[in-house]
């Protein structure tokens, strides 16, 4: 469902889509299916793109592991400039995730910096 985010890019983000989510806050479960949705506008040419998700755990941020990070087998690349990306990312919540709640910072970069960037609510149960 529709997520409320704040952007952390330059406004990017138009979208942000959990599954079986919505509003402020999120429960992901370990070992379950999670799909990820975002739309943005593409702010670079750029030919990979990078995908960073960071959980804020007590006040320091924590790359989250176990997860894919080449964005372009999710999207097709090289990327232009100015065109709509419908970004799906699909992966299992890895079994290794501490249960707690977190602020997520999700990025993707690319060859000239942040080409999106979303932060949003999150518990994993």
Same mark, same amino acid.
């Given at each position: 469902?529709?997520?409320?985010?704040?952007?952390?890019?330059?406004?990017?983000?138009?979208? %942000?889509?959990?599954?079986?989510?919505?509003?402020?806050?999120?429960?992901?479960?370990?070992?379950?299916?999670?799909? %990820?949705?975002?739309?943005?506008?593409?702010?670079?040419?750029?030919?990979?793109?990078?995908?960073?998700? %960071?959980?804020?755990?007590?006040?320091?941020?924590?790359?989250?592991?176990?997860?894919?990070?080449?964005?372009?087998?999710?999207?097709?690349?090289?990327?232009?400039?100015?065109?709509?990306?419908?970004?799906?990312?699909?992966?299992?919540?890895?079994?290794?995730?501490?249960?707690?709640?977190?602020?997520?910072?999700?990025?993707?970069?690319?060859?000239?910096?942040? %080409?999106?960037?979303?932060?949003?609510?999150?518990?994993?149960?």
């Amino acid at each position: 469902g529709k997520m409320k985010f704040k952007d952390c890019g330059k406004g990017e983000v138009t979208e %942000l889509d959990i599954t079986d989510c919505s509003g402020d806050f999120c429960v992901i479960h370990r070992g379950k299916p999670l799909t %990820l949705e975002a739309k943005f506008a593409a702010n670079q040419d750029t030919t990979k793109a990078t995908i960073k998700v %960071l959980a804020k755990v007590a006040g320091t941020p924590i790359q989250v592991p176990g997860l894919e990070t080449d964005g372009c087998k999710f999207v097709k690349c090289p990327i232009k400039k100015g065109d709509p990306i419908d970004f799906k990312y699909t992966t299992t919540v890895p079994a290794i995730l501490p249960k707690v709640k977190a602020e997520v910072t999700a990025e993707l970069v690319g060859d000239h910096g942040v %080409l999106a960037c979303g932060r949003f609510g999150r518990q994993v149960e």
